[in-house]
C-alpha cells in the first residue's frame, strides 16, 4: 500500500463511524476514497441533491445549513478534522436533508455509495461493524436531543460553547484563552434557542470574564467555568 494510502487508513482509523474496523478493512476502504477540495464559501451539496457520496473531513471546517421557511438560514452542525458527514450515503440515495458549506479551506475524502456498498457486500464483516457503530450515534443523538428537551438555554449554550471548545483543543488549542470562530446566532442555533436568548447569555458569561466575544468569533478564557451552567 502508498504511503497515501496508509495515511488515509491512519485517517479512517480516528473517524467514529469506521472505529470498529480492522487495519485491513481499513485499508480496503482507504482504495476507493478519494481526495476532493473546497475553497471557503464553496457548497460541497445542497439540501434535495441526490444522496451518494459520503465526506471526512481531512483539514479545514464545514458547516450544515437548512433553509428556513422564512428565508433564514439555520446552522444545524459543524465539522473539523476526522469529522464525517454525509454517511448514510453509504446505505441509500436518499435525498440530502440539509446543506453543506465550507468555512475555510476544506480539504475533504470522498467515499461513493456504491463503491462503500461493493465492498459490505464481498466483506459482510465491514456492513456489520458499520451498522453497529450507526446505531450506536443515533442512540447517542438521541439521548442528546432528550437531555437537551430539559435543559435551560443557558445549559444548552453552555454545553454547545463546551462542544466547540474541545473541538477546537483536539485541533492544538490551549486549555485556556480558545479561540471559538462562531457567530451569536450559530451559537444560539446549535443550542436550539432564540438569537436574543442565547445573547442574554453570552453577554453573562462575558460579564463574569467566562468569555469575551469579537466580531464572528468569541475567546473561551475559562472553558472548565462552563460547567456550572450545565445541568
Known sequence: MSASAEETAALLAQVGVFSQLGRAELEQVAE????????????????????????????????AVRQHSDGRTLTLANFGPGEVFGELAMFDSDRRSAT????????????LGADMQRLMREHPDIAVKLV????????????????????????????????????????????????VTATQAEVAQLAGSSRESA???LATLERAGVISQGRGKLTVHQPGALNRYVF
Not at 35 to 62: K, L, M, Q, W
Not at 147 to 155: C, K, M
Open 32 to 63: 476507493v476514497a478519494v481526495p476532493r477540495s473546497f475553497h471557503a464559501g464553496e457548497v460541497v451539496f445542497r439540501e434535495g441533491d441526490e444522496s451518494n457520496t459520503s465526506y471526512i473531513v481531512r483539514d479545514g471546517h464545514a458547516r
Open 100 to 111: 453543506i458549506e465550507a468555512i475555510d479551506d476544506l480539504d475533504l475524502l470522498a467515499i
Open 132 to 179: 453497529v457503530t450507526l446505531g450506536r450515534r443515533l442512540r447517542e443523538l438521541n439521548d442528546r436531543l432528550t437531555r437537551q428537551s430539559f435543559q435551560t438555554v443557558q445549559s444548552r449554550v453552555a454545553t454547545v460553547l463546551s462542544e466547540l471548545v474541545r473541538a477546537a483543543q483536539s485541533e492544538g488549542a490551549g486549555e485556556s484563552d480558545v479561540l
Open 199 to 201: 445573547s442574554r447569555f
